[in-house]
C-alpha cells in the first residue's frame, strides 16, 4: 500500500514537472464559474484568475462559466459557456515575432478574440480550426460559435458555424470553399461545411446569445474584450462553483 502511494505521489509531481517545464502560452485574465484546462493523460486543473495556460491545453468551460485570456504574443480570447478549445500548437518569442506560430481548435461553443503579433508578423502563422472548417486572419477581432446537436436541441438553430467579423478581415477555408469575410460581415458554414452564407444583417442565433455580434463593438475601444455572457440560454447542466467578480478586465 505504502508502495502504490510513493508511486501515485511520483506521478503526480511527474505530470505537475512536466507542465511547468513548457513556456506558458497565455494566462487567465477572467474565470467565473467551472473552468478547467488538461494535458493529454493528465488530470484537469482548475483555472483562476493568473493560471498559467500551456501548448496542448484542452480548455472546458462549465456551462455558466466565463473565460478570458491573454496570450503571450498579446492577443486575447473569450470563451463562451460550454466550450472546448484546444491550444494545439502555440510558440512565441518577443525577439522574432515573424517566426511564431499559434494554431487553436474551437471543438465545441463560442470565442471572441483580438489577435496579436503572431499573426501581425505573419498572418500564415495562425489558424483557428473547427470541425467543419479553418480561420485565418489578416490583423482582426472577430467572434466564432460552432453549433452542435446539443446546441440545435436548446437553440433550434441549424447545425453549423456561426461568426461576425468586428474589425479587420478572416479568411475561411473548408474544403474547396475559400472566402474573404470583411468586417461587419456575419456568416454561417452549414454542418456539411458545403454552403457558406455572408451576409450584414444578423442570423437567429445571434439573438439567443450575447456577445457575437457588433451590439458589444463600443466597449472594445479600451482594450477590453466583453465577458461573454449567454441570454437566457444555458446549454448543459455542469454544476458550479464561484468564480470571480463578473465584469470585463481591461488590458493594460
Known amino acids: 500500500m505504502a508502495k502504490q502511494s510513493i508511486t501515485f505521489m511520483f506521478l503526480v509531481i511527474f505530470f505537475t514537472s512536466n507542465v511547468a517545464a513548457q513556456d506558458k502560452a497565455a494566462s487567465v485574465v477572467l474565470s467565473i464559474g ?74 465545441k461553443g463560442g470565442l471572441r478574440t483580438i489577435t496579436g503579433a503572431i499573426s501581425d508578423a505573419n498572418v500564415e502563422n495562425y489558424q483557428v480550426k473547427t470541425p467543419i472548417a479553418t480561420i485565418g486572419v489578416r490583423g482582426t477581432h472577430y467572434s466564432l460559435f460552432y453549433c452542435d446537436k446539443s446546441c440545435k436541441e436548446t437553440t433550434r438553430s441549424k447545425i453549423g458555424l456561426y461568426g461576425y467579423v468586428l474589425e479587420g478581415e478572416i479568411v475561411l477555408a473548408s474544403g474547396s470553399v475559400r472566402a474573404p469575410i470583411q468586417s461587419g460581415r456575419y456568416f454561417f458554414l452549414g454542418g456539411n461545411g458545403s454552403s457558406l452564407k455572408i451576409r450584414k444583417t444578423a442570423f437567429d442565433l445571434f439573438e439567443k446569445l450575447e456577445g457575437l455580434g457588433p451590439d458589444l463593438m463600443s466597449e472594445t475601444a479600451g482594450g477590453t474584450i466583453p465577458a461573454l455572457d449567454i441570454n437566457n440560454t444555458s446549454i448543459g447542466t455542469d454544476p458550479q462553483t464561484p468564480g470571480s467578480p463578473a465584469g470585463p478586465p481591461t488590458y493594460p
Not at 462549465?62 to 502555440?90: C, M
Open 34 to 107: 467551472k473552468n478547467v484546462a488538461q494535458q493529454s493523460n493528465q488530470e484537469h486543473r482548475s483555472l483562476k484568475r493568473k493560471s498559467d495556460i500551456y501548448q496542448n491545453d484542452q480548455i472546458m468551460t462549465g456551462s455558466k462559466g466565463q473565460l478570458q485570456l491573454r496570450f503571450t504574443d498579446n492577443s486575447r480570447l473569450s470563451l463562451r459557456p460550454e466550450t472546448i478549445f484546444r491550444v494545439a500548437e502555440y510558440r512565441y518569442q518577443n525577439s522574432s515575432p515573424e517566426k511564431g506560430r499559434s494554431v487553436y481548435r474551437l471543438l
